[in-house]
């Protein structure tokens, strides 16, 4: 199983809220959270992919990202998408839950 991860700025390991305006990256394989979330997963899957990016800059760009996130979904042939953890984050909730859209209602894959 193929999974794209999605995390913000400060999972992405690029700072806290000072960095909220990050634009979004792509990078091969897990990063941050997704490193043990790929060990998890043993043979049965693989973090290929996470997509980072910062909550300011993803509130104030989500229609805009919505053709890369796509984009990205079906170049790295994605079974699932995971997005978080967000918890009970503001701004990081609605992007996890935007991608999650995203990657349902658009690429047909679970998120």
Same mark, same amino acid.
């Given at each position: 199983?193929? $999974?794209?991860?999605? $995390?913000?700025? !400060? !999972?992405?390991? %690029?700072?806290?809220? &000072?960095?909220?305006? !990050?634009?979004?990256?792509?990078?091969?394989?897990? =990063?941050?959270?997704?490193?043990?979330?790929? &060990? @998890? @997963?043993?043979?049965?899957?693989?973090? =290929?992919? *996470?997509?980072?990016?910062?909550?300011?800059?993803?509130?104030?760009?989500?229609?805009? @990202? *919505?053709? *890369? $996130? %796509?984009?990205?979904?079906?170049?790295?042939?994605?079974? %699932?998408? =995971?997005?978080?953890?967000?918890?009970?984050?503001?701004?990081?909730? @609605?992007?996890?839950?935007?991608?999650?859209? $995203?990657?349902?209602?658009?690429?047909?894959?679970?998120?």
């Amino acid at each position: 199983m193929k $999974i794209v991860h999605y $995390i913000n700025q !400060f !999972f992405g390991q %690029i700072g806290a809220e &000072s960095e909220a305006n !990050f634009p979004l990256e792509v990078r091969k394989g897990p =990063v941050g959270p997704g490193t043990l979330l790929n &060990s @998890l @997963l043993c043979e049965n899957g693989e973090v =290929v992919t *996470t997509i980072v990016c910062g909550d300011n800059y993803f509130a104030e760009h989500t229609d805009e @990202l *919505t053709d *890369t $996130i %796509i984009q990205v979904l079906k170049e790295n042939k994605a079974d %699932i998408l =995971v997005a978080g953890p967000a918890f009970t984050a503001g701004r990081y909730g @609605l992007a996890c839950g935007n991608v999650c859209k $995203i990657a349902h209602q658009r690429v047909g894959i679970p998120a």
